[in-house]
């Protein structure tokens, strides 16, 4: 019904304007062109302030209606240089907006076309090409340079102390894996992939896999104010990990390893209090269109004091489970869409 009033409501505007444009065009004929013309010319200057107005009022309220439901502040150390650039990148550009579009609006109101005046062609002037290019390529080059320093430092490398998480991607949910009290991940093979009880393709000769633990559930326990490197990757197709409240994201991609890190700053909690918001959750999202289910692929983050992390830790039982090897891949086609190999089991019996 409301579709139907839109539809009837523009044909009557387009209707109204045909007609006004018909009338103009009669009392151009009766009352002589010039004068028309000069009565058009202050109309349509006087629409051009109104819309000005009107534009700067619209933006100012849009602002106003989207004020809280933004993203709630910076959740980490590095985000908040991101946060700082793009304030930064707002405000000039802002600034920019307001002086040019003013300036184009006040000039079409304030020098519009008369019987009296005439316009005067002004061809060239040096020293106004060279302000307003160097003006504009000074400003982007501290912009740039800020952006620059932001990439640097985000895809530098990891602090040695950092917390290292694996998350991987499939279709359609992230698997987690934490290295266990070694601290490292053992090496994972695609081929080793099976759906039953090898889901990482973890390599069973490696004994760096054996205390790893891995979570299907897309949870990713962190420690506030320590760095935490993601190792990412993809079992199938392209994902891409993206850490909103973190103000992250980093693909995915199948056969190449990618990495982030990043140093969080509140714990849930602590989020939970600042957002007002008892069901708050820190979400690892895909962010790249990976398939029909791409809409359920949702992680969460979960940052916790060091204290809480151990209590959950010690909750933790390693993937491959005291000397139960995985079963052998099936011989068919894997999950990846190469061919299955079979397990090397020898060397996690003997645990
Ligand atoms: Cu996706």
Redesign the pocket.
């Known amino acids: 019904m409301s579709g139907f009033i839109l539809i009837a409501l523009l044909i009557l505007v387009l209707s109204v304007i045909y007609q006004i444009a018909r009338a103009s065009e009669f009392a151009t004929i009766l009352r002589g062109e010039g004068r028309v013309q000069a009565s058009t010319n202050r109309t349509i200057g006087w629409v051009m302030v109104i819309m000005f107005v009107a534009g700067m009022w619209g933006i100012y309220m849009c602002h106003e209606a989207l004020k809280g439901k933004m993203l709630p502040v910076s959740a980490s150390v590095q985000g908040e240089q991101y946060d700082f650039m793009l304030k930064i990148t707002l405000i000039v550009t802002g600034i920019v907006f307001v002086i040019t579009q003013g300036l184009l609006f006040w000039f079409a109101f304030r020098y519009q076309s008369t019987e009296k005046r005439t316009s005067y062609f002004y061809a060239h002037n040096n020293r106004l090409e060279l302000i307003w290019t160097t003006i504009p390529a000074l400003v982007m080059a501290v912009l740039v340079a800020i952006g620059l320093r932001n990439w640097l430092n985000i895809t530098s490398e990891a602090p040695r102390d950092s917390q290292v998480v694996e998350v991987v991607?499939k279709?359609?949910n992230w698997i987690i894996r934490y290295p266990g009290a070694d601290g490292v991940l053992g090496k994972r093979n695609f081929q080793l992939i099976n759906n039953e009880n090898n889901v990482l393709g973890l390599d069973t000769s490696d004994r760096q896999n054996m205390d790893d633990v891995v979570l299907e559930n897309g949870e990713v326990h962190v420690i506030v104010n320590r760095p935490v490197k993601f190792i990412i990757g993809s079992r199938d197709v392209i994902?891409?990990v993206g850490l909103p409240h973190f103000r992250y994201k980093m693909d995915a991609v199948p056969g190449i390893t990618t990495t982030l890190w990043f140093t969080p700053k509140y714990t849930t909690t602590q989020m939970k209090e600042m957002t007002d918001n008892p069901d708050f959750v820190y979400e690892l999202s895909?962010?790249?269109?990976?398939?029909k289910g791409?809409y359920s692929?949702r992680g969460t983050i979960i940052v916790e004091t060091p204290e809480e992390h151990a209590a959950w830790v010690a909750k933790q039982q390693p993937y491959l489970k005291g000397g139960q090897s995985p079963a052998p891949a099936p011989s068919a086609v894997d999950s990846t869409g190469g061919p299955a190999a079979k397990a090397p089991v020898e060397s996690i019996t003997k645990r």
Request: hydrophobic share 25%; glycine share 16%.
């Open positions: 991607g279709q359609f994902h891409d895909c962010d790249q269109m990976c398939g791409h692929m």
